[in-house]
């Protein structure tokens, strides 16, 4: 019978001790704040499945993007519900189109104070609800689309948008936007390339904060939950077509993903902590049989402790709060 050498437990005796030896810390300015803005409301709509998540009106979107200024935060993702959808999201490079619009307005708001992100995807704006425009079978276009993210990029750009993040999972989307960005003198806006995107289920609550018209799912285009190696595949397609940003979403059930593009990757790595992954936290919390700020933290945590430098999360204006 022998006591034990090594301690670790004496670097765990106190709250000071624990926070001088901490080796991830969340700090504001690594969150982004995802919101929605619908057209034609004049009041803030409750999301059901996101209790406490709202779809804005402009008026509350422009007080929000206040908030993430005096906050400190990193940015604000702006995600745009139309009124009127079509087969080729003609709203969406539309600069009167509510994204367009809202990405001026906040940009006029916040100026340079904090970074203004506009969500690249046709998916809010087409009544379809597919990512991309669809060929005559039905079929999600690849080549089509890009020519409709390259019109966007552009009106996104024109509105004032620092980083457009490009969800919609095309191959070749980040250089062709590229492209059509430095043609047009718009060589300093930032691409953020949601380069391994997965076909998952915790989506399902951003469906209802976007009025998705999606019927099937988007298995032709995200990727499969059972493949890590594609991951690898896609970031380096996406830093060789010119990505600045790379992102894994969902976050905390592919921490290993993160973990494995952190590694190879030269440029700051992302994860979002999407819809469904907030929607547990807070049903599970509801029922009160966790603790919320505590499951809340924890995951952010973990999630940076994976690798991912910013994390785009429906949070990020809690966190603060939490921390001071
Ligand atoms: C596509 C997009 C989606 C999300 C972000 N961008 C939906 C999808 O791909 O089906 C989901 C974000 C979330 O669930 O919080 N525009």
Redesign the pocket.
Known sequence: MSFPVERPRRLRQSPALRRLVAETRLHPADLIL?VFVREGIHQPQPIGSMPGVVQHSMDSLLDVAREVVAEGLGGIMI?GVPRDKDAVGSGADDPDGILNQALAQVRDVVGDDTVVMA?L????FTDHGH?GVLDDRGAVDNDATLERYAAMALAQADAGAHVL?L???MDGQIGYVREALDAAGHVDTVLLA?AA?YA?A??????E??D?S?VGD?KTY?QDPANLTESLREVRLDLAEGADLVMV??ALPYLDVVRAVAEVSDVPVSA???????AQIEAAAAHGWIERERAALEALTSIRRAGAQQV?T?YALDVPRWLS
């Open positions: 995802p995600f969500d995807c046709l998916d809010e990512c993040g969800s919609g999972m949601y995107k998952s915790f989506y399902g609550p951003f469906r904060a976007v998705s999606l988007r995200q979403k969902p979002y902590q999407v819809s469904g992954e907030y785009l429906y």
